[in-house]
C-alpha cells in the first residue's frame, strides 16, 4: 500500500501549488515550467530492460528524487503500478537518465506495459507522458531489405521461440493479408511463402507479427522485416518474331507500365521496361538475327535458354502489280506486310544491283511505291527488299522491256473509229498518243500486248502518229521509236427515213464520224440530234411545223457542210 499512500500525498499536495501533475496517471493535471520526458526502451533480454528519461526544460527548484513509475495490464484487465527511485545523482550532464531494470520474473509477452520518468521537488512532481510497449524476443537477424518474388518461399534466421500459435503474420499490419509460414531448426529460421499477386516490381511491403495484448480490446503488430517485390518474367511462347512484330512479355509482379529496376536483355542491350511487350524495331543499333534474351530485376539477372531469331519474310508474299514494265516507270507492291516485316521503312529497294527510289503508303492497305530508273537495262529481275533486319527477294521475277509497238489495225479511220495497236503494252501503265499537234491520252487496255484507242472529232486528213508512256504530271513522257501516218476521212450522212407523215418527227440517220455537235438541217430547218456512241447511227428530231415537200438533209461541221445523197419527203 505505500505506492498508493504516495499518490495520494501526491495528489494532494497538487491542490496548493499552481501546477503539478500525476506520478502514476497517464493524464497530466498540472503544467509546471519543468519539462520531462520518456523514450522507448531498449530490451535487453526476457526480464531486463532500460528506462530512458530527460528533463527537457529545467528551472531553478532543486530536485530531491526521480525515477521511474512501470505500469503493467494484465490478462484481468487490472493495472499494476511500480515505482523504481533512482539516485538524482545519475542524472547526465545532457540530463538524460538512463536506468536498467531487472525484473524478478521475465515479462509476459502477451502483457500491455507503460512508463513514466517522473522528478521531485519542494513543489510537487513533475511526470512525462506515458511509453507504451510490449516485450518480445521474437525477431529477424537482418534488417536489410529483402528482395523476393511473389509466391517464393523465403527463409529467414532469428529467434522465434516465443511465437505462438495464437500469433499470426501479415502483410504491413493485422488487417492485411495474413501470410503462410512454418519454423524449422528450434524455432530459429522462419520460412515464409509470399504472396501470390497483388504486387509489381519494387513495391515494398512488411512482414508483421500480429498478436492480441492481454486486457486492452486491440491487436498489436511489429514489423519484422520489409520485403521488396521483383518481377519474374516466363520465357516467350515462341522465339522466332519479325523484326516488328508485338513480343508478350509476360510472368508475376509485372507492372501495367514503367518499372525503374526491371529491364529487357537483348543481346547485351538493356531495354527499360515499359509494358507488357516488346519489339525487335524498338532497338537501336541491333544487328544479326539471333539474340540471347532474359531480362534483370535488382537481383537476378536471367537469360533463356533459347536466343530470340529474327522470322523473315517470304518472297511469295510479294505482288508485284504487273509482271512487265518498262524503264522509267512506276511499280506499285502489295501482298507484303511491310510494318510487320519492315517498321514502314524500307532502307533499299532493287532490281538485281540497279536501286530503286521507293516509298510506302499506309492507308488502309499498306502499298509499296517504286520507280524503275530510266537507265534499267531489260532483263529479268526480283525484286529485293531490305530495311531494319529484314531482307528479302520477290520469289516471281520483273521482266524489264523497252516501249515497241509493231501493227495497228489500219490506216485510215472516220472520227469515233477504234485504232488498235499490237506492242508491248502493259496493263499498269498509262499511254497516250499524238495525232500531230493533238494529244490523246483516252485508251482502253484490250489485254496486255494491245491496246485501243479512239480517233477524235478532228479536221479529215493525214496525220502521224506517235505513242508513249509516262502520263503522270511527275513523269517525262518516254515514245516509242515508230512513228507512222493514218488517215482521218471526212465524215459520211445517210438518212435511213425516207419519207416522213405528219406528226411523225423522227429521222433515222447513219453514216461515219457523227457527232451531236454537229449542226443538223431538213432544208434550212434546224433539227435536234442524238447520236449513238459508235458515232455511226442516230436520230435526228424537229418540233417546226414544215411544210410537205421534199427536202436534202445536211450536217455542218467545224471543217464543212456535208449532205446525204437522198431526198425525204414530208406529207400532211
Known sequence: MKINIKIFLLLLSSCLLTIACSKTEETEILIAPMEVSSMPITINNESQITFTGKIDQINKEPIMAMGFILSEKSA????????????????????TLNYTYNSEKPFDIDNYYSYKFYVKTKNGYYSSKPMHFTLDNIKVETEKTTLAYLGETLSFKGNFKQFKETYYLSINSEAGQRLEYSFKDNHTTLLVTMPKSGFTQDQKFSITLCKAINGM??????????????ARINPPSKYNYAFNETIPITGLGLPEYYAENLFLLVDGHRIQYYGNYLYLSQIENLRGNSFKFGYVNGRDSVIFDKPL??????????NIRGEHTH????????????YKYFNLKIEQASLGEQKLPLSIYSQGQELLYLHVPENTAEGNYALNLVGGLSKVSSSKKLTIKKFNWDSINKNSFYSGDTIRVKGNFYDHIGYGMVFGNFDMTDHAMIS???????????????????????????????????????????????NLTSMLKKPENTISISGQGLYSSFKYYLGNYQLHASINEDKKSGYLYFWDDIPAGKYKLSMVTEYGKIEAKDLIEIQK
Do not use: M
Open 76 to 95: 484481468s484487465g487490472g493495472t499494476v503500478n511500480k515505482e523504481i527511485a533512482v539516485d538524482p545523482k545519475e542524472l547526465g550532464a545532457d540530463k
Open 309 to 318: 531469331t529474327v522470322q523473315q519474310p517470304s518472297g511469295d508474299l510479294i
Open 448 to 494: 496486255n500486248g494491245s491496246v485501243a484507242f479512239l480517233v477524235p472529232n478532228i479536221t479529215p486528213g493525214k496525220y502521224k502518229i506517235k505513242i508513249y508512256y509516262g502520263l503522270s504530271s511527275s513523269l517525262k513522257r518516254i515514245y516509242a521509236p515508230q512513228e507512222i501516218s493514218i488517215e482521218v476521212l471526212t465524215p459520211t450522212l445517210k
Open 217 to 230: 480490446p486491440y491487436t498489436y503488430s511489429k514489423q519484422l522485416t520489409e520485403i521488396k517485390v521483383v
Open 327 to 338: 524503264p522509267y516507270s512506276d511499280l506499285f507492291v502489295d501482298g507484303l506486310d511491310f
